[in-house]
């Protein structure tokens, strides 16, 4: 069984920096491109980054661009997402989840393009 966990949110003052981890096991992490989505109250859920299986081909949100810096460490089987210049609209539960593959290129920016997510981590900023 697939298993992806997030940790590393909380709560940070307007300007302040978290890290975001994803843990993952149970499959070939090394195979597969991996997303952060967030999704806050009433809103749908936020594409904000995606890197490929080996790490050289990334993508980000407009509302993350030059903000956030998605990594990940193959040999650990984990994902992150740093996270610096915080503001209140960053508030929102944020899921790291697992990219189906062959599927066309424009796929991996909507939470249709990702067959497993985590459980999610509350990030709470106040401004």
């Known amino acids: 069984q697939v298993q992806l966990t997030e940790s590393g949110g909380g709560s940070v003052q307007a300007g302040g920096s978290l890290r975001l981890s994803c843990a993952a096991s149970?499959?070939?992490?090394?195979?597969?491109?991996m997303g952060w989505f967030r999704q806050a109250p009433g809103k749908e859920r936020e594409f904000l980054a995606v890197?490929?299986?080996?790490?050289?081909?990334?993508a980000y949100g407009d509302a993350v661009e030059g903000r956030f810096v998605i990594s990940r460490d193959n040999a650990d089987n984990t994902l992150f997402l740093q996270m610096d210049s915080l503001t209140a609209e960053d508030t929102a539960i944020y899921y790291c989840?697992?990219?189906?593959?062959?599927?066309?290129?424009?796929?991996?920016?909507?939470?249709?393009?990702?067959?497993?997510w985590g459980r999610g981590t509350q990030v709470t900023v106040s401004s």
């Open positions: 989840a697992r990219k189906i593959t062959g599927q066309w290129r424009a796929s991996r920016y909507v939470p249709t393009g990702y067959d497993y």
């Open positions: 890197i490929d299986a080996s790490g050289g081909d990334i």
């Open positions: 149970e499959f070939n992490f090394g195979s597969y491109s």
